[in-house]
């Protein structure tokens, strides 16, 4: 196997496959006027149910929405308690406007949103004709490897989803636990794979692919396998901080360039997950923020990241959690139509993330994959605030910042605010059962025991 730096594609490459050219200027990137065409900001403009754009799936001819809906994170009841049941209205409002406005790929599995994602999510799809949506659904066995734990759960997303066939089915989170081993265990040595091969062509899944997450060797091992399995799709992170430099952040983490490349050079659609890094990147610092807003001013700086995740022409669908709707109205305006990232701008977002990664943020997305915690913790939320609070200004270096009193106060009312006492960093007992199932491979306990560290010292107000 070549090393992944050997295969990486050049920036030249990248824009030559999306049909760009041209010469970066310095006024481009120390900014520009506003866009023409536009006579108010996007925030409030209505996005338009016919200008949505549309790739095709090469195996099926599948018309796929370039904005798909990522159904982890549906709206719950009560959006400050994490047990809260999820409002099934409201999903059923979201999933009515994005079907109005063009989107017709809905992401789900059965581990999302403690095991209740495909049941709400079927419940919202099922008001809506069949042609109207595509549904993708995981084999999620990361725990039970046995045939019969996989076959009960793959016969369960039918009937909770309340289908008769699944368009886009997925082995679920590939390259995590021991690897290769792992994916051997999970789909061959007990028949699943083949299973599901045979029920391809029988036409109960329309598709078939994997979503991968870890170590580049299975990544690797299944694409080997092409030509005899015939990947329809692939599942892959990519953002534009993790597209050059995903292993700098983790050394388990593979570069999205690569994992593209790799995919289009098979003709294997890419369908995009974590276009905005865990929600990293729909709130930047001041700095970067500015740079962004010179160059688009009436655009949200998430639009930003998904515009540079669905330039790339051989990605399929680029998915989003949009638990509320003006998430969905904002991200259904950058895609109806997609204006694809000019060479300019594909430079200024590559020197941006060089400047992102300059900030400690934990590298959390969210995923809530550690979660439950067996002694109650919030650990998605204690990370969620602490890097909410970087892209802020409100972590201090020290004690003696000149803006100290402020950043401390926002930090630690911000803190109660967003994670009760019991949920919080102190309780953690550091017993690291979180750590082998966190897909960006985050030394959870030691991140929790930093930030309570610098909690109690802000308390104290001692030297941190």
Request: aromatic share 10%; charged share 25%; with cysteine.
């Amino acid at each position: 196997m070549q090393t992944k730096d050997k295969k990486e594609i050049s920036r030249r490459e990248f824009l030559k496959r999306l049909g760009l050219g041209g010469v970066v200027t310095t006024a481009a990137l120390a900014g520009c006027a506003p866009r023409k065409g536009e006579d108010r900001p996007a925030s409030v403009a209505e996005p338009d149910p016919a200008q949505m754009t549309y790739r095709v799936t090469p195996t099926t001819g599948d018309r796929v929405s370039l904005l798909g809906y990522g159904c982890m994170r549906w709206p719950q009841v009560d959006p400050r308690d994490r047990n809260s049941p999820m409002d099934q209205e409201q999903v059923n409002r979201l999933v009515d406007y994005a079907i109005e406005h063009g989107v017709n790929y809905f992401d789900t599995a059965p581990v999302y949103g403690r095991g209740l994602s495909e049941r709400v999510t079927g419940n919202a799809l099922k008001r809506h004709p069949r042609e109207k949506f595509y549904i993708a659904t995981k084999l999620s066995n990361t725990r039970d490897f046995s045939r019969e734990a996989a076959m009960a759960m793959y016969r369960k997303s039918f009937e909770e989803l309340q289908v008769d066939y699944i368009d886009y089915y997925l082995l679920h989170s590939i390259g995590g636990g021991e690897g290769i081993p792992t994916v051997r265990k999970r789909f061959f040595d007990n028949g699943m794979l083949d299973f599901l091969l045979e029920e391809r062509k029988a036409g109960r899944i329309r598709n078939l692919g994997f979503s991968y997450h870890g170590d580049i060797r299975a990544f690797d091992y299944l694409l080997s396998l092409h030509d005899e399995i015939r990947w329809d799709f692939v599942q892959i992170q990519l953002n534009y901080v993790d597209w050059k430099h995903a292993a700098e952040q983790n050394s388990r983490n593979t570069n999205a360039e690569y994992l593209y490349a790799e995919l289009s050079k098979r003709n294997i659609p890419s369908v995009i997950m974590e276009p905005l890094l865990g929600g990293r990147l729909a709130s930047l610092n001041h700095h970067l923020t500015e740079r962004m807003q010179r160059l688009r001013p009436e655009e949200s700086i998430a639009s930003w990241a998904f515009r540079f995740a669905g330039t790339p022409p051989q990605v399929l669908t680029v998915l989003s959690g949009m638990t509320y709707m003006e998430h969905l109205q904002d991200n259904l305006r950058t895609y109806s139509p997609l204006e694809p990232c000019t060479e300019e701008e594909l430079v200024m977002l590559e020197d941006t993330a060089k400047l992102y990664l300059r900030y400690p943020l934990i590298k959390c997305t969210n995923c809530q994959y550690c979660m439950p915690c067996p002694y109650g913790l919030d650990i998605p939320g204690i990370f969620l605030h602490y890097n909410k609070c970087i892209n802020e200004g409100n972590v201090s270096a020290s004690s003696g910042d000149a803006d100290y009193r402020r950043a401390r106060r926002a930090f630690l009312v911000g803190y109660d605010r967003s994670v009760p006492k019991l949920r919080q960093a102190a309780r953690c007992i550091g017993c690291g059962e979180c750590v082998e199932h966190c897909p960006q491979s985050i030394k959870i306990p030691q991140q929790l025991q930093r930030i309570d560290a610098y909690v109690e010292a802000l308390k104290q107000e001692t030297e941190f």
